[in-house]
C-alpha cells in the first residue's frame, strides 16, 4: 500500500486542524495517515507542541513519538523572510517543500501560501489534500466527505461547497 501513500508537508494550521477536529470519534489525522506519509518541519512541532495540554499538542507529538510524522530540519535558503512578513515557521515549511518537490506542500495560511507560490511551490490548502486523497489515495469519497464535514466550521462556506462539489465529481466519475 505504501506506493499509494501521497508524502505530504504540513504547515501548522492544518496539522492542528488535523489534530483536533474528528469524524466518527477518532481525530482526522488517523484516517489521513492511512492514505499520506506525513512530514512537518521541526518548527512545526515546536510551534504545535508548546502548549503541551492542549490535545492537539498531546496527538501530533505521539504521533511523532510513535514514528507517524516524520520531523525534518527546514534548510536555512532561501531567505524568504528577506521579501515578506512570514512567520519563520512559514518560511521553513516553504524551504523545505522546495527542497523536496516529492513531496505535497500543505499549507492554510493565505500569505504564505501565495509567497510559496511565487517561489514555485503548487502548495494545497487542506481541503485539497483531502480531494487528492480521494481521488488519487483510495480515501473513499464517503469517509473525506465526513473530514471535510468535520472541519467545515474552519474554512468559508463557499471552499466547503466548492470542495464538496469536487468529491461529487470523483463519486461520479
Not at 41 to 53: I, K, Q
Not at 74 to 102: K, M, S, W
Amino acid at each position: 500500500m505504501d506506493w499509494l501513500m501521497l508524502k505530504a508537508l504540513l504547515d501548522t494550521s492544518p496539522l492542528v486542524t488535523l489534530c483536533v477536529f474528528k469524524a466518527a470519534n477518532l481525530p482526522l489525522i488517523e484516517t489521513v495517515l492511512t492514505h499520506a506519509s506525513l512530514t512537518i518541519t521541526e518548527a512545526v512541532y515546536d510551534e504545535v507542541t508548546y502548549h503541551y495540554l492542549k490535545s492537539d499538542a498531546r496527538i501530533a507529538g505521539s504521533l511523532v513519538r510513535q514514528g507517524k510524522i516524520e520531523v525534518v530540519p527546514a534548510p536555512e535558503a532561501p531567505l524568504i523572510r528577506n521579501f515578506y512578513r512570514l512567520h519563520e515557521t512559514d518560511c521553513g515549511v516553504i524551504r523545505l517543500g522546495l527542497v523536496h518537490a516529492d513531496m505535497t506542500t500543505v499549507i492554510d495560511d493565505k500569505e504564505a501560501f501565495l509567497v510559496a507560490t511565487r517561489y514555485g511551490l503548487r502548495p494545497l490548502l487542506l481541503l485539497d489534500l483531502i480531494v487528492e486523497l480521494a481521488h488519487n489515495h483510495d480515501l473513499a469519497v464517503s469517509s473525506a466527505s465526513l473530514l471535510v464535514q468535520a472541519v467545515s466550521s474552519r474554512y468559508s462556506p463557499a471552499y466547503i461547497a466548492h470542495t464538496f462539489d469536487k468529491l461529487n465529481e470523483i463519486a461520479s466519475s
